[in-house]
Structure formats: structure tokens, C-alpha cells
């Protein structure tokens, strides 16, 4: 079965870069249509859809974040990562990774991964 | 990309329908049939309900119906139940070729 599975720090200070890393199973990013993507949603708050990356290596961001964001992926391994420089408290959020497929739905979510950004 | 539009909040008896609604532009909503929903229970990771605007995933109940009219999609729930009772977010492909969500709508069973 598809699973996900967000890990990184649960703590950063601001100004300093977070590096997150979403662990899947059940399919394989070398497969055509497949994809996964990034959202957070501080608390209390909606979701935010952040970052994409795709089965041909194509990368798709945020558009008020793609200045922040980078994405990679290591498909030995079964893994994508993400990276957001220059964190803030605001940027204070549950991360979460998702699959997509090829019609643009998040159909596998993670259980997502609490970061908080503060001094 | 501004988030798309849905009411704050809506609430409904056990047993009546609710329609949420999710109104974005012509550049999403409007532009394209790659709208989706999603249930969120508190503390819980979002679950996917509805894709490709009307169509239902393996699992999940036909209680739960999609539909879109111009730029503003809706998710209808009939037979409401007490489980039912969560956040719902819409979702939407945009012409820059991202993804943009609604603000979320919280649905409360009286």
C-alpha cells in the first residue's frame, strides 16, 4: 500500500534554512504521472500548497515562495526533499507530503511533520 | 495565487445535506476540471473525497457528490453524520501551474 512519511527538525531558528524529507512506499517516482508534493498549514489555518515534483524530474513552486523553496529527489531511495531558506515564525506550520497523480490530486498524504521557527 | 473562496463555516442536522461552496476564477476553478476536496479531522492529516471535480474515489461513501458551475465548484453532503463533522478544503490546478486550496470551511452536525 502507499505510505508517506515526513521527517525533519521539529525546531529551527529564524533566518536559518529547514531541509524536510518525505519517505514513501507503495510507488515509485519513476513512473510516469506519479508526483509529490509539499503543503503546510500553520495552525489553526488552511493548507498551503507549496512545491511539486514530477516522475520526469520537472519541478513546479509556489509562487510566493519559490524564491525560499528547492525540491530534490532520490528515486533509489524513494525520497524527495525539500528545502525553505530564510525561515520566520510565521513559517511555523505542520509540513505535510503528498502523492499526485497524473489529474493533479493529493490521493496519499503524510501525517505530517510539526516545525516550529523561533529563537 | 489567491486562495479560493469557501464559507467560514456551515452546520446541518444529522440527516440533511449541505453544499460547500469553492469559488476561485477562470484561471482555476473556472479553467479547468482538476478540482478535488478533502476531509480533515482535527489533529488528523487531510483525506482525499472528491477528484477531477465530480468523481468519488475508491472508499468513499456516495454520500459525499462534486459539481462545478463556472468558476465556483461545490461539495455536497447528503445524510449528514456525526462523523462527517471536520474541515473540508477545496483544491484547484491553476494556469500558472500550481495548485492553489480553498480557505477551508468548517462543518459543524447539530
Known amino acids: 500500500q502507499v505510505t508517506l512519511k515526513e521527517s525533519g527538525p521539529a525546531l529551527v531558528k529564524p533566518t536559518q534554512t529547514l531541509t524536510l524529507t518525505c519517505t514513501f512506499s507503495?510507488?515509485?517516482?519513476?513512473?510516469?504521472?506519479?508526483?509529490v508534493s509539499w503543503i503546510r498549514q500553520p495552525p489553526g489555518k488552511a493548507l498551503e500548497w507549496l512545491a511539486r515534483?514530477?516522475?520526469?524530474?520537472?519541478?513546479l513552486y509556489s509562487t510566493s515562495l519559490k524564491t525560499r523553496l528547492t525540491l530534490s529527489k532520490d528515486t533509489s531511495n524513494n525520497q524527495v526533499v525539500l528545502t525553505m531558506t530564510d525561515m520566520d515564525p510565521v513559517d511555523t506550520a505542520t509540513y505535510y507530503c503528498?502523492?499526485?497523480?497524473?489529474?493533479?490530486?493529493?490521493?496519499?498524504w503524510g501525517r505530517g511533520t510539526l516545525v516550529t521557527v523561533s529563537s | 495565487q489567491s486562495a479560493l473562496t469557501q464559507p467560514a463555516s456551515v452546520s446541518g442536522s444529522p440527516g440533511q445535506s449541505i453544499t460547500i461552496s469553492c469559488t476561485g476564477t477562470?484561471?482555476?476553478?473556472?479553467?479547468?476540471?482538476?478540482v478535488s476536496w478533502y476531509q480533515q479531522h482535527p489533529g488528523k492529516a487531510p483525506k482525499f473525497m472528491i477528484y477531477?471535480?465530480?468523481k468519488r474515489p475508491s472508499g468513499v461513501s456516495n454520500r459525499f457528490s462534486g459539481s462545478k458551475s463556472g468558476n465556483t465548484a461545490s461539495l455536497t453532503i447528503s445524510g449528514l453524520q456525526a462523523d462527517d463533522e471536520a474541515d473540508y478544503y477545496c483544491?484547484?490546478?491553476?494556469?500558472?501551474?500550481?495548485?492553489?486550496f480553498g480557505g477551508g470551511t468548517k462543518l459543524t452536525v447539530l
Open positions: 503528498a502523492r499526485m497523480g497524473y489529474d493533479l490530486y493529493f490521493d496519499f
Open positions: 507503495g510507488f515509485s517516482l519513476t513512473t510516469t504521472g506519479m508526483r
Open positions: 515534483i514530477d516522475w520526469d524530474d520537472d519541478k
Open positions: 477562470s484561471s482555476d476553478v473556472g479553467g479547468y476540471n482538476y
Open positions: 477531477d471535480v465530480s
Open positions: 483544491s484547484s490546478y491553476t494556469s500558472s501551474n500550481t495548485l492553489v
